[in-house]
């Protein structure tokens, strides 16, 4: 392991070649908002033409949603070392509410900067924070309230909209939804953002030290993310693992990143990861206090965790998980379960809350934390620290006291202008799903729900990414406006770059049938595309469509590898004399040269069919 962790050295830190790679007759394009600097990215995908019989028509490109960032753009070139762009920079200096630092404000940062052992592996180009002027506050959330409409909340709004209007232009289906109390718009406009985030039903998670990010928005009345987890353990990886994986994570479509090493050299391993980070970067400063005591619970201080907020606000984190609902009454609810407390913040502050018999400090002193997060817009993911970590645990006594106090720190949050999100379960059958949902909306204020899953049984370990992606639609498809992925390692070990890409697509997978089934305006048009080009035996149009391009390729190429297998009209599932799109497209060709439209032929044929039945006596069976 630490062989590992030696080679790495900042000299000679690259980008990792696979996260650069053009994804598939993709090009990035960028809308332009009120102002110049704000360029909204999205990625069109261009489609090949429906052949005819004799002759060609268009299929015009399709606008999806894109988080990869400047990776995937070839016009623009990525020095891991230098960071990326910090195109947020204009919009937070014109708001001249923030001052540069003469250095950090905490004392760690201040000694990890100072220490000559560490220079080989520190970001070679870091910049002193920023912080809000005396007395101001700098969230979104704030200027949100005072009718302020910021490029952040205009930059989403854009993202959000997808070019949607543009294909209004042409008809597509799309089947109505169910939103559950959802208010979907059909068009998102700045003033309607600007609105969600002064109620506080959704955040942009924008630290002002985090220039870099392209802002995206969390809420219920918004396309449903997705959060990937990376981060190193004692046990294994290294500072470039870590970050290969976050640029790996955003190229599948991670909407926000949370970093949770808990092993050595966390401090820098978030700078690299951040300065390099388009999307917000989450974390849960109570492990890396917990390694600034050397793994012991009951050594925790407020001084050192607020020291912890401190360095981590000031490196650029957009939002914290703070376990502060595991409140010291309810700890002995969750002694007659199956399996006590399985969140690591949870388990954290349930040992100091009994080792000192006093009153968890991140409830006590979270006014205190507020002001931090105000003066740098660190958004609140209120931690669920007392979450089931079972199917048996599910919907307990424990797990509901804590979302009650969660609701109770979101008014407080609130009266800070502190923007705010709630972590919620864990492991719950799928019938008991619903109640979650519907207690968080009543709880905490319609706040935006941000779920680890649920996993909807227990029984299949290497496969949690599955029995979570279930609940995970589920609970998207009731409001939640964030689903953390759960990857196929989940209880068994730290999942490396090919299990954060099968967590990410699963996830994506959830997210997208929530959309649907909530009726998401232009949600479908994805689908009708890729079902079109299906149809139309348009295998690359398929494969480059779909979430996962080269997977598609390479199953299809597994059995049918030839270029002429690309416009064949079957693959190998079926056949070529079995293939029913095939044998329903020549049914089509038929009623054509007939000169009957298809819908009639079938009538027609129906007409026929119902007369000889009736004919028949109307007997369902026939005696032989
Ligand atoms: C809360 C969730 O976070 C996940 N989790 C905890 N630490 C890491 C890490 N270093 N990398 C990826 N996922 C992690 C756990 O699997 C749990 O499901
Ligand atoms: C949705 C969600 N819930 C919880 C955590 C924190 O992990 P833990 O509570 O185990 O410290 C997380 N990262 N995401
Ligand atoms: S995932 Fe592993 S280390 Fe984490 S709580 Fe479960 S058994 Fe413990
Ligand atoms: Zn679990």
Redesign the pocket.
């Known amino acids: 392991m630490s062989a590992i962790l030696e080679k790495f050295l900042s000299t000679q830190a690259r980008v990792d070649e696979s996260a650069i790679q053009p994804l598939p007759n993709s090009q990035k394009i960028h809308v332009t908002g009120s102002r110049s600097d704000i360029q909204v990215p999205m990625r069109e995908i261009s489609l090949s033409n429906t052949q005819l019989n004799n002759k060609q028509e268009k299929n015009l490109p399709l606008t999806i949603y894109d988080t990869s960032g400047p990776y995937t753009d070839p016009k623009s070139s990525i020095d891991i070392r230098k960071g990326l762009t910090e195109i947020r920079k204009p919009w937070i200096e014109d708001r001249e509410d923030t001052q540069r630092l003469p250095q950090t404000n905490s004392q760690y940062s201040h000694q990890q900067a100072n220490d000559p052992s560490l220079d080989h592996l520190r970001f070679p180009n870091k910049k002193l924070p920023r912080k809000a002027k005396k007395d101001c506050n700098v969230t979104q959330m704030h200027y949100a309230r005072q009718g302020i409409i910021t490029p952040e909340m205009e930059f989403v709004a854009i993202r959000e909209n997808q070019r949607l209007s543009e294909y209004k232009a042409q008809c597509f289906r799309q089947h109505p939804g169910q939103s559950f109390g959802a208010q979907l718009p059909n068009e998102i406009t700045p003033e309607f953002v600007r609105s969600e985030v002064a109620k506080g039903r959704a955040i942009i998670p924008a630290n002002i030290n985090h220039p870099e990010i392209e802002p995206m928005i969390i809420g219920r009345n918004f396309l449903v993310k997705i959060n990937a987890?990376?981060?190193?353990?004692a046990i294994t990886?290294s500072i470039s693992e870590e970050v290969d994986k976050m640029t790996w994570a955003i190229r599948w479509g991670a909407d926000t990143v949370?970093d949770?090493?808990?092993g050595k050299h966390i401090h820098e391993t978030r700078e690299w990861i951040i300065r390099n980070a388009p999307v917000p970067i989450g974390t849960v400063p109570i492990y890396q206090a917990l390694e600034k005591v050397g793994g012991i619970a009951e050594d925790l201080t407020w001084e050192i965790f607020r020291d912890t907020l401190l360095e981590q606000a000031e490196q650029g984190v957009d939002y914290f998980t703070i376990h502060a609902g595991v409140r010291l009454a309810y700890v002995p609810l969750t002694a007659s379960r199956l399996t006590g407390i399985v969140?690591?913040g949870g388990s954290i502050m349930a040992k100091w809350c009994l080792a000192h018999h006093q009153e968890n400090f991140l409830y006590t002193r979270f006014e205190e934390i507020c002001q931090i997060m105000k003066a740098y817009d660190v958004s609140f993911s209120l931690g669920d620290g007392l979450r089931p970590g079972s199917i048996a645990d599910a919907n307990d006594e424990a797990q509901f006291a804590e979302l009650e106090t969660l609701g109770a720190l979101t008014q407080i949050a609130w009266k800070h202008n502190v923007q705010t999100m709630i972590e919620g379960p864990g492991h719950v059958p799928m019938h008991l799903i619903k109640e979650n949902m519907d207690k968080q909306l009543a709880c905490c204020g319609e706040a935006p729900f941000y779920t680890?899953g649920p996993l909807t049984t227990d029984i299949a370990p290497g496969y949690d990414h599955i029995t979570s992606g279930i609940g995970a639609a589920l609970i998207g498809w009731y409001g939640t406006a964030m689903l953390?992925y759960?990857?196929p390692?989940?209880?068994l070990g730290?999942?490396n770059k090919r299990d954060v890409r099968e967590g990410i697509v699963t996830y994506k997978i959830a997210a997208h049938a929530a959309d649907l089934a909530k009726g998401h305006p232009g949600a479908q048009i994805r689908d009708n595309a890729l079902s079109k080009a299906r149809f139309e035996f348009r295998w690359e149009d398929q494969f480059n469509v779909g979430l996962d391009p080269d997977r598609a390729r390479e199953y299809h190429d597994e059995t049918l590898p030839k270029e002429s297998a690309k416009t064949a009209h079957f693959c190998s599932m079926c056949g070529p004399k079995f293939c029913s799109m095939k044998i329903s497209q020549d049914v089509r060709d038929y009623a054509a040269e007939k000169g009957i439209e298809t819908d009639s032929a079938f009538t027609q044929g129906m007409a026929e069919k119902a007369a000889e039945f009736r004919h028949q006596g109307s007997k369902i069976y026939r005696e032989a």
């Open positions: 987890n990376i981060g190193n353990s990886s949370m949770l090493s808990t969140s690591r680890l953390c759960v990857t390692k989940e209880h730290l999942p």
